[in-house]
């Protein structure tokens, strides 16, 4: 029962977005010719799981023929579901042709790639799939998972595929390596999911909305080639797009040039095979990979037992909503001073440096315009030699302060447990900017984790209206540091709700009512609420740990005398109730209108960029999700090129309904 309603492209020239301080990532345009190699990164072998590349590599010829296409046909591979109809998926399904196998027991196949909207408030499911007729088809499934889970279950594939259109399931050859081991001590590490961008299909939907679909990135710009250690696959770097500075004050203007100078692109590496279909690898130490591979087993075992507990909950047969299994970190660039050998001078912990808005990334940034010469060696016993700039007087320290310290002193000291702002003089002399260079010869920066920063996404609120009295658990699928959290999340939140969207918490002993701050704006209502176990919606609030925040080009410049009379009309005319919109308006009007800028360029991620962006399991599934989120900037003068008007999506009220509202502080 797919309920989200279609994404909002926010992408123009810009194809793959990022958000470490609110830049955006890049690929441009790939380009035919030879590269010279920018490195020693060789390889000796390949397999469908993992890659070292210690050796000269061998020519491998290709695993497949041909370029990834768009299926015009329906393959009719999906389930039809309740409510698929209703709110569009069959319009947003799709599938593509990625390549035909030229050897392997799948010889003579076509490799299919078929994409769908999620169920619920998720990303969209990717299926990797061979066949020969186009009527029947293979399904690649290397970590088992139709064996592990029932149908009923979110990680089945068959709680979405048509089972009768598969014949087989199997392990698929693979020119994309699970991991590749570099030159030490570095390894990359696959995402799970292939690269896509979203695109006007051309169609609109019958309220008439463009609607969207989901499309391989397959191009990339030569200037980012890498020199490739796999066979068959052709390795990119990904560009940094800082926008234009118009509306900025001075001294935003001034950040983001230093950005423009001086960070050039992220650590993350885009791997594309033969037939141009692309997935993302994470750079991190072979250390870190090797840890993480071992404990991969128990955890997935762990998250097994888990879901089985689950069940047992929900035919009544346990109390109580079991205990959730910890989240195994994914491999990244992260280590602390022991690890490094650094003295008690140093920061505790370092992780991607400059961070901004609500996302987090398991990337860090490239870095132009710095030589060795402007440099010293701090830590030679470490896998990685570390290095610190020598003048503590360099503008990438002004950067990284401001990154950490813009914002007010109330809001840091609430999450950097009461300890005041340093001032820049402190915060450089424990040297917040460590510097190593990675595989490819190229300078990278990693930035203290010690100093915390207040959750940008700001009071996001969740409503539940399900069509009779229900108990409903809604998690987080992917890690989120909360900073608020009205009730406690405890393995998620567990609440009964009623048709009028009145929560009750199944679990009240773990939120305690005398910690609630019921003068802080946003959680007036909460303490009450908390006592009387009668709550208006669940309110959260945080950053994710490890998803990028979407780019926000597209938006309306609005007045600030205006700003008011235009959340309240957009957002009635979006289909948002009478008590929505108040609760809306009531908490970000006032947020808004203190930075007292005569303009605002106001914009919102829709459900399509939160499903990717912030994705949650809600049991049982909403009929309807609709998802907004507000994403402003103060403006000092009316930018000079307005941006690209905003076309909203209508909420459409059908069966269980899940409305959530939120923003970016």
């Known amino acids: 029962m797919k309920k989200g309603f279609g994404s909002l492209t926010l992408i123009l020239v810009i194809v793959l977005i990022a958000a470490i301080g609110g830049g955006a990532y890049y690929l441009g345009t790939r ?5 010279k190699p920018e490195s020693n990164v060789t390889s000796n072998s390949q397999s469908s799981s993992s890659v070292s590349t210690q050796s000269s590599a061998a020519k491998v010829e290709p695993l497949f023929s041909g370029k990834v296409t768009r299926i015009i046909e329906d393959l009719k591979l999906f389930k039809p579901l309740e409510g698929d109809v209703e709110n569009g998926v069959n319009e947003s399904i799709v599938y593509y042709e990625a390549g035909t196998y030229l050897k392997g027991p799948y010889q003579g196949y076509k490799r299919i790639l078929a994409i769908r909207p999620s169920e619920g408030p998720g990303p969209s499911l990717q299926f990797i799939l061979a066949t020969k007729d186009m009527k029947m088809f293979v399904l690649d499934d290397p970590e088992k998972k139709s064996q592990k889970f029932p149908e009923s279950d979110w990680d089945s594939p068959f709680m979405y595929l048509d089972k009768n259109k598969i014949s087989a399931i199997a392990a698929f050859d693979s020119e994309h390596p699970a991991t590749v081991s570099l030159q030490s001590p570095y390894a990359l590490i696959r995402e799970e999911k292939v ?3 979203n695109i006007k299909s051309g169609k609109k939907d019958k309220n008439g909305y463009d609607i969207y679909i989901e499309k391989p990135i397959t191009e990339f710009e030569k200037k980012y080639a890498l020199t490739s250690s796999v066979p068959t696959l052709s390795f990119f770097g990904g560009g940094v797009d800082w926008g234009n500075t118009n509306g900025m004050n001075d001294k935003e203007k001034k950040m983001n040039q230093l950005r423009v100078k001086y960070l050039s692109g992220s650590t993350k590496v885009f791997g594309a095979d033969s037939t141009g279909l692309t997935y993302s690898y994470i750079l991190t130490s072979q250390k870190v990979l090797d840890k993480y591979l071992a404990d991969k087993p128990l955890a997935d075992q762990k998250d097994i037992e888990y879901k089985k507990q689950v069940e047992l909950f929900n035919q009544k047969k346990l109390k109580e909503y079991p205990q959730s299994p910890d989240y195994l970190k994914f491999p990244r660039l992260r280590f602390n001073r022991a690890d490094a050998q650094l003295s008690n ?7 991607a440096a400059f961070p901004g808005a609500c996302g987090g990334t398991m990337s860090t940034f490239i870095v132009d315009n710095i030589a060795e010469t402007d440099l010293e060696l701090v830590s030679s016993n470490f896998e990685l030699p570390l290095f610190t700039l020598k003048d503590e007087k360099h503008p990438l320290y002004e950067l990284a302060y401001d990154a950490k310290t813009n914002q007010d002193d109330e809001s840091y000291k609430s999450v950097n447990d ?3 702002k340093p001032t820049l003089a402190q915060y450089v002399a424990k040297r917040p900017l460590l510097f190593f260079k990675d595989s490819w010869g190229r300078w990278a920066v990693v930035g203290e984790f010690d100093i915390k920063l207040m959750g940008g996404c700001g009071k996001p609120v969740i409503y539940l209206y399900p069509e009779k009295t229900t108990a409903v658990h809604v998690d987080f699928v992917s890690p989120i540091k909360l900073d608020t959290q009205i009730p406690q999340y405890h393995n998620g939140w567990l609440v009964s709700a009623d048709p009028q969207g009145n929560l009750k918490d199944l679990q009240p002993s773990y939120t305690d009512c005398s910690q609630i701050d019921g003068i802080k704006t946003g959680s007036e209502y909460a303490r009450v609420a908390c006592q009387t176990n009668n709550y208006p919606y669940i309110y959260w609030s945080g950053k994710s740990v490890s998803n990028e925040y979407p780019r926000v080009d597209a938006g309306t410049v609005v ?5 008011q009379n235009f959340m309240i009309q957009t957002l009635l ?3 948002l109730n009478t008590k929505e919109v108040a609760d809306m308006t009531g908490y970000w009007v006032p947020k808004m209108l203190e930075k007292n800028a005569p303009y605002y360029r106001i914009s919102f991620l829709q459900t399509g960029d939160m499903d990717a962006f912030i994705p949650m399991r809600v049991d049982p599934v909403p009929n309807t999700v609709y998802r907004i989120f507000l ?8 930018p000079s090129k307005l941006p690209e008007p905003q076309q909203l999506k209508k909420l459409n009220r059908q069966g269980f309904v899940l409305i959530e509202w939120g923003g970016l502080l």
């Open 195 to 197: 690269l896509l961008e």
């Open 631 to 638: 994403d402003y900037k103060p403006l000092v003068s009316i």
């Open 345 to 351: 001078q140093y920061y505790d912990t370092y992780d």
């Open 559 to 563: 007045a600030k005398n205006e700003v």
């Open 31 to 35: 380009s035919a010719g030879s590269l």
């Open 573 to 575: 005319n979006a289909g």
């Open 418 to 420: 009461g300890k005041s």
